[in-house]
């Protein structure tokens, strides 16, 4: 597997991606499919999970994996604001 780490910004944040590319041959066409890592891949508790498959050519699965993860990523930050909207909420109503 080739591994890397791209760097997403989001909203004025960055975060710092490794993902990695399995290639395989299918009837003598790549068949690549990008994975994103949890953690450095190099940590033995990191771990890896299959994004999508099936793509014929390396920039293209780079491409959507990038797109994915912004998306996770934009997700992630709409959750934590609106945990911390609930919160003040909460707290005004304590009065």
Not at 9 to 19: A, H, Q, Y
Not at 26 to 41: L, V, W
Not at 76 to 82: L, N, T, Y
Request: hydrophobic fraction near 35%.
């Amino acid at each position: 597997m080739i591994k890397f780490k791209r760097h997403i910004k989001v909203d004025g944040e960055v975060f710092e991606t490794w993902m990695g590319l399995e290639i395989k041959k299918k009837g003598g066409r790549p068949n690549i499919g990008i994975y994103y890592y949890t953690d450095d891949p190099d940590l033995e508790m990191s771990e890896h999970h299959l994004i999508k498959a099936n793509f014929q050519s390396k920039d293209e699965a780079v491409k959507h994996g990038c797109l994915f993860m912004r998306g996770m990523y934009k997700d992630m930050i709409k959750r934590e604001q609106g945990l911390v909207n609930k919160k003040e909420d909460k707290e005004d109503m304590d009065f």
